[in-house]
């Protein structure tokens, strides 16, 4: 999901479950699964949900137009792939017949259109009200200039649902997989107001599973398998168990005492367990970066001084030191294995090998771009705070990068650089309110597509918490999503010239994608990360001994 995501313990708000291969399972229980959840479910209101462990558990319950199998986009509520106007900007779904809510009640287009109209309206006060943005009058609706009637969504029929778009977003499909395109049932939302979302009894279920007994803040909750949900016979999973665990050593306890199926382990953890079978790592869609304000900071206007900082971080050594997770360097924003062209190769494959420079560990370099970059400055030292998040975690990569960083000294030019850890929460905000000179942070997106991350970098933009700023990347940028918003080759080659401009530039400075380590059952078969970052269960099942 696209959202600013927690550096902690085993990225705790991005904990989600890895498939695993191979071997027989120590497991009793082979009609389910006991997972390890990074947090609490903070809502289960498809308008509301802005975090990962929510969003799993909407993945598991709801049933959208659509759901990746794999890396395959297949029809869910719909009932085969929409039907597509000349100019791509209106999209005809014909829904499956019979398909129910687990109440019994008939799943419709109405509901499609009630939930996305609710979403967009500024009553609901959604956080993902601006992704409906270039659906038609979603702005001004979101604005509060228009009636959320006005959306440019229709329901002609129970079965037929239609959405008109104000240009074409050739990522639209993969889009409605995030889960505030769910339908929502009205009469829950009627019957319950604030409350929807915020208990079981108060939601009603499409998808593969439902839960009971989930109160809001249970450390604990259980899904189990939808008799009602469409392709129930592909539900080899009868029941998830889901419980919190935030310490990745309980956690490794938990999964060696046979209490948990699969865990997430980090550090120490995860490198005496890496020859175990059922040690997997995995590259999560989620980029960390590190954020530079120049309006705060004058030397960051200087790109052979942002250069330098790039340069003059070990990023492999950094991963091996500090994180050891299955992290790996990155040279771009964008997410590896994420997004592919017609002929299968991966979007961050060209700008990698363009920008490797930049992100290369190159001390001796650095200091020379450094001293170059100071003395046009006009100064001889540049003093300024990184922020990072107060886990331990955080507090080991602010050390680390605070050693590597001011090793730019030379008897030419000083770097001192201060270090601030400070609630999670707390470094959002001051991200956001730009009094930050200079912020580890990361990304994860809505939808698997390089827009998701690049979109946020251009002049202006509300996710721009370093307010970089670049005529070219903007022009770049508009014209994958206007004049060459339909034309894919021209598209993917826009978004690939800005990704590499990004990085050449040093407007942002990659560090490493967040990679998992996990110990899963080796019985556990047929799970996969999507390139949504969910997790499918459909099809899922656990061998028997």
Not at 149 to 173: C, Q, R, W
Not at 258 to 278: E, H, I, R
Not at 359 to 367: F, I, Q, S, V
Not at 418 to 441: A, C, E, I, N
Request: aromatic content about 8%; hydrophobic content about 35%; proline content about 3%.
């Amino acid at each position: 999901m696209k959202k600013k995501i927690l550096m902690g313990a085993a990225a705790a708000a991005l904990t989600v479950l890895l498939a695993a291969c191979g071997g027989k399972s120590s497991s009793s229980n082979t009609s389910s699964v006991r997972i390890m959840a990074g947090d609490i479910i903070n809502t289960m209101d498809a308008a509301q949900a802005t975090d990962v462990i929510s969003g799993q558990a909407l993945a598991n319950t709801m049933s959208g137009l659509y759901r990746f199998h794999g890396n395959k986009l297949e029809p869910d509520m719909a009932a085969k792939m929409a039907t597509v106007s000349k100019d791509q900007k209106t999209y005809t779904f014909h829904l499956r017949k019979g398909t129910t809510w687990n109440d019994g009640k008939a799943v419709t287009a109405q509901d499609f259109a009630y939930s996305w109209r609710r979403a967009v309206d500024p009553a609901t006060k959604s956080q993902y009200a601006y992704i409906f943005s270039g659906i038609k009058n979603a702005d001004a609706i979101a604005n509060g200039k228009m009636d959320k009637s006005k959306l440019g969504v229709e329901a002609p029929n129970k079965s037929t649902f239609i959405v008109h778009l104000d240009k074409a977003m050739p990522y639209f499909e993969k889009m409605i997989t995030l889960q505030t395109f769910d339908p929502v049932e009205k009469s829950k939302v009627e019957k319950y107001g604030n409350k929807y979302g915020t208990s079981s009894k108060t939601i009603a279920f499409n998808g593969p599973y439902t839960m009971k007994g989930w109160s809001g803040s249970d450390q604990k909750w259980n899904e189990t398998k939808n008799p009602k949900y469409w392709d129930k016979k592909n539900i080899k999973i009868n029941k998830l168990s889901y419980q919190v665990v935030k310490d990745p050593s309980t956690a490794l306890n938990l999964y060696q005492d046979n209490k948990l199926d699969d865990v997430v382990l980090s550090g120490n953890d995860a490198q005496q367990m890496k020859n175990n079978p059922a040690f997997n790592n995995r590259a999560m869609n989620a980029t960390y970066y590190l954020e530079l304000n120049a309006n705060r900071i004058p030397a960051f206007k200087n790109e052979k001084v942002r250069q330098a900082i790039s340069m003059a971080i070990n990023r492999p050594d950094f991963i091996k030191q500090v994180l050891g997770n299955g992290s790996q360097p990155i040279s771009t924003v964008v997410a590896t294995k994420m997004m592919y062209n017609d002929k299968g190769e991966d979007f961050t494959t060209k700008p990698t090998k363009a920008v490797k420079q930049y992100t290369d560990y190159d001390l001796k370099g650095a200091r020379k771009l450094f001293s170059q970059g100071m003395k046009e400055v006009g100064s001889k030292s540049v003093n300024y705070t990184l922020t990072s998040d107060d886990t331990a975690l955080a507090k080991n990569t602010l050390e680390y990068l605070q050693n590597a960083l001011e090793k730019l000294s030379t008897s030419d030019a000083k770097m001192k650089v201060t270090t601030r850890s400070v609630p999670f929460k707390t470094r959002l905000q001051l991200s956001q309110d730009h009094k930050s000179d200079m912020v580890v942070t990361a990304w994860s997106p809505d939808f698997p597509d390089a827009i998701s991350f690049l979109s946020m970098f251009t002049t202006g933009a509300s996710y721009n918490d370093g307010q970089f700023s670049n005529a070219q990347y903007d022009k770049l940028i508009n014209a994958s999503s206007g004049v060459d918003a339909t034309n894919a080759d021209k598209r993917w080659n826009d978004m690939q010239q800005a990704s590499e401009l990004l990085t050449k530039t040093a407007g942002v400075i990659p560090l490493y994608q967040l990679g998992e380590s996990h110990l899963t059952r080796t019985s556990i078969k047929g799970m996969a990360i999507c390139p949504n970052g969910m997790i499918n269960f459909v099809g899922a099942h656990v061998d028997k001994k």
